[in-house]
C-alpha cells in the first residue's frame, strides 16, 4: 500500500461533518486533508468531491471519467449498507432482515438501483442458506435485476448475477459466457465478475484459466472470499496445500461466510484427518452445510449410525436443505 485515505463521519441531527486525508505510507506526509460540513442529503455529493481530491492529489491518470455515486435518499443508503452487512452473516434469520430492510429501501427509494439489486442477491443467494426455494425465488430475481437494468443499463453487477443464475440454475454455459463477456466490457475490474468467470471455466475443463480468474479476483477484493473457490479448483487440480492454505484464508477473513468452514473441513477430511475436520466444522456458519459435512466425516470414520443421525437432522431442517 503506497497512499491511505482515512477520516472520520460525525452527525448531529441532519447535519454530518466529515474529515478526511490522505497519508503517503513511506513518509507519514498528509498530502491532503479537507474538512466538510454539509446536510446529510448531501452524502454523495461529498463522496464523489472526496475521490476527485484523492485522484488529484495522486496525480492519476484515469482511463474513463472518475465514477459517480449513485444518488439515493439517505435513509434507503443506510437501510441497503446494513442489508449487505446482514447478508454476509450467511444465516437464514439474518437474510430474512436483509430482505425486510431492502424491501423498506425501495419503498422509500423506488428508483434506487443498488437496492435492487441487493434485493436481487440476497434473494438468490438466500434461497442457498434455506430462505426460500429456489425455483420460486428465481423469476423474483430477474424482476429485480429487470429494474436494475431500467434504471441503469450498465450495472455490470446485474449481468454477473443473470450469468450466475443462467450457469448454475438454468444450465446455460453459453448464456452465461454471453452474460459474463458483456458485464466484462461494462467493468473489466469487477472481482465477482472474474469469481464467475473462474466457476464457468472450470466447469468447461480449463483449470488453468479457473485458477488465473480467481487469482484477480483475490487481488481485486481480498476480503471478498473468492479463495473459497481457488481453494476447491486447487484441489482438483492436485495442489493439496495451495487448497488448505486458500481454505484457511478465507476462513479467517470471512468467518461468517458461507461455507467457510464446511469446505475446509471436507479438504482435510479428504486428507484423511476426519478428527482436525470435525473440529473445523462445528464452527460453520450455515447449519444445512455444518450438518451435511458432520455426516460424511463419520461415514469417512466409519461410524454409519452417527452420519445417519446427522442426515436426520438435515431432514429437520427441513425442504430448505434439499441439495444437500
Known amino acids: ?16 461533518r466529515i474529515t478526511a486525508q490522505l497519508i503517503e505510507v513511506e513518509t507519514d506526509v498528509h498530502q491532503w486533508s479537507d474538512t466538510w460540513d454539509r446536510q446529510f442529503e448531501d452524502v454523495f455529493v461529498i463522496q464523489d468531491e472526496i475521490a476527485a481530491h484523492v485522484v488529484d492529489a495522486l496525480r492519476i491518470q484515469l482511463l474513463a471519467e472518475l465514477p459517480k455515486s ?68 428465481v423469476p423474483s430475481v430477474h424482476e429485480a435485476l429487470d429494474k436494475v437494468l431500467e434504471i441503469d443499463p ?28 458483456i458485464a466484462e466490457e461494462l467493468e473489466p475490474w469487477n472481482s465477482e465478475l472474474h469469481a464467475q468467470a473462474a466457476r464457468l471455466a472450470f466447469a468447461l475443463g480449463d483449470v488453468e484459466k479457473a485458477l488465473e480468474h480467481n487469482e484477480f479476483a483475490h487481488e481485486l477484493d481480498p476480503l471478498a472470499g473468492h479463495r473459497i473457490a481457488a481453494a ?7 495442489h493439496v496445500e495451495e487448497s488448505l492454505r486458500y481454505s484457511e484464508e478465507r476462513a479467517e477473513v470471512r468467518p461468517f461466510g458461507d461455507r467457510s468452514f464446511s469446505n475446509w473441513a471436507r479438504v482435510i477430511l479428504l486428507e484423511g484427518d476426519s478428527e482436525q475436520a470435525l473440529a473445523i466444522v462445528d464452527n ?41
Open 1 to 16: 500500500v503506497d497512499h491511505v485515505l482515512e477520516g472520520s463521519v460525525r452527525r448531529s441531527g441532519n447535519t454530518i
Open 70 to 137: 449513485e444518488v439515493a435518499i439517505p435513509e434507503a443508503h443506510a437501510l441497503v449498507l446494513q442489508a449487505s452487512f446482514l447478508f454476509r452473516q450467511a444465516n437464514a434469520p439474518s437474510v430474512r432482515q436483509a430482505v425486510d430492510m431492502l424491501e423498506q429501501a425501495i419503498s422509500l427509494d423506488p428508483d434506487y438501483s443498488r437496492a435492487w439489486l441487493w434485493l436481487g442477491v440476497v434473494s438468490y443467494w438466500g434461497s442457498a442458506l434455506g430462505v426460500g426455494d429456489r425455483v420460486e425465488v
Open 154 to 181: 450498465g450495472n455490470a453487477s446485474a449481468y454477473i448475477l443473470r450469468a450466475l443464475i443462467a450457469y448454475e440454475f438454468d444450465y446455460d454455459l453459453d448464456r452465461a459466457a454471453e452474460l459474463l463477456g
Open 232 to 238: 476447491f479448483v486447487y484441489y482438483s487440480a492436485g
Open 284 to 324: 460453520e456458519a450455515a447449519d444445512g452445510h455444518r450438518v451435511s459435512t458432520r455426516a460424511l466425516i463419520y461415514q469417512f470414520m466409519g461410524d454409519t449410525e452417527r452420519a445417519q443421525e446427522e442426515l436426520e437432522k438435515l431432514l429437520e431442517l427441513g425442504n430448505r436443505w434439499t441439495y444437500e
